[in-house]
C-alpha cells in the first residue's frame, strides 16, 4: 500500500538516477593514452602467433613424415602471411574507429 507521494518521490528518485548515470559514461578507449600502445602489442602478437603456429605445424609434418624441412618453410611462410593479414585487419579496424571517431568530433 504505497501512497500517491511515495511513488511520486521514487519516480523522482529514478529520474535523478538515471540523470547521473547518464553523466558519467564510460569514454572510448580510444580516448585513453595507452590504447596506441595496445593496439601495437596486440599487432605484434598476431605477427609472432601466426609465426609459431605455421612453425609448429610445420615441425610436426615434418617430424611425423620424415621430410626434409619443407613443411616447416612453407608453413613458417604461411603462419607468416596469416599473421600479417591479422595485423592488417587490426589496422583497418582501429583506423575505421579513428575516423569514426573524427566524424563524431566534427559532427559536434
Known amino acids: 500500500m504505497v501512497s500517491?507521494?511515495?511513488k511520486e518521490r521514487l519516480k523522482q528518485l529514478d529520474a535523478r538516477i538515471a540523470a547521473a548515470k547518464g553523466t558519467k559514461a564510460p569514454k572510448p578507449h580510444s580516448e585513453e593514452h595507452y590504447s596506441q600502445a595496445h593496439l601495437?602489442?596486440?599487432m605484434v602478437i598476431e605477427l609472432v602467433a601466426g609465426l609459431g603456429i605455421g612453425f609448429g605445424i610445420g615441425y610436426g609434418l615434418d617430424y611425423?613424415?620424415?621430410?626434409i624441412p619443407i613443411f616447416l618453410v612453407?608453413?613458417?611462410?604461411?603462419?607468416?602471411?596469416?599473421?600479417?593479414k591479422t595485423m592488417m585487419r587490426s589496422a583497418k579496424e582501429a583506423q575505421s574507429l579513428a575516423q569514426a571517431g573524427q566524424a563524431k568530433d566534427e559532427g559536434n
Open 40 to 42: 601495437a602489442w596486440r
Open 74 to 84: 612453407l608453413f613458417t611462410l604461411l603462419g607468416f602471411a596469416a599473421g600479417v
Open 64 to 67: 611425423v613424415l620424415g621430410t
Open 4 to 6: 500517491e507521494a511515495e
